[in-house]
């Protein structure tokens, strides 16, 4: 397994959660890594990203509320999530290169 997703769960609006994505440490050392969200009905959409260097970009819905991370000796990245709306529902996955991890849940519940 390339990437291995985990955080989910339930959450009052307004509350946080933090998702982790543990990757094979050849995949998550040569790769930028990603934060995608699929809600029901919709389409997958990116919500965070995260280069080798460090440098991060967000969907305009998430900034300032979310917060992209990795954790190079533990080939892990996260996302932080504050603040959360019940449109954050969906399930998230992380990604990077031609892996998809299998996908948590979040659920915002108003």
């Known amino acids: 397994v390339q990437l291995q997703a985990s955080g989910g769960g339930l959450v009052q609006a307004g509350g946080s959660l933090r998702l982790s994505c543990a990757a094979s440490?050849?995949?998550?050392?040569?790769?930028?890594m990603y934060w995608y969200r699929q809600a029901p009905g919709k389409q997958r959409e990116l919500v965070a990203g995260i280069f080798v260097d460090g440098r991060t970009n967000y969907a305009e819905s998430v900034k300032g509320r979310f917060t992209i991370s990795r954790d190079n000796a533990r080939n892990t990245v996260y996302l932080q999530m504050n603040s959360l709306k019940p449109e954050d529902t969906a399930v998230y996955y992380c990604?990077?290169?031609?892996?998809w991890g299998q996908g948590t849940l979040v659920t915002v519940s108003s």
């Open positions: 440490e050849t995949v998550f050392s040569l790769n930028a």
């Open positions: 990604a990077a290169y031609i892996y």
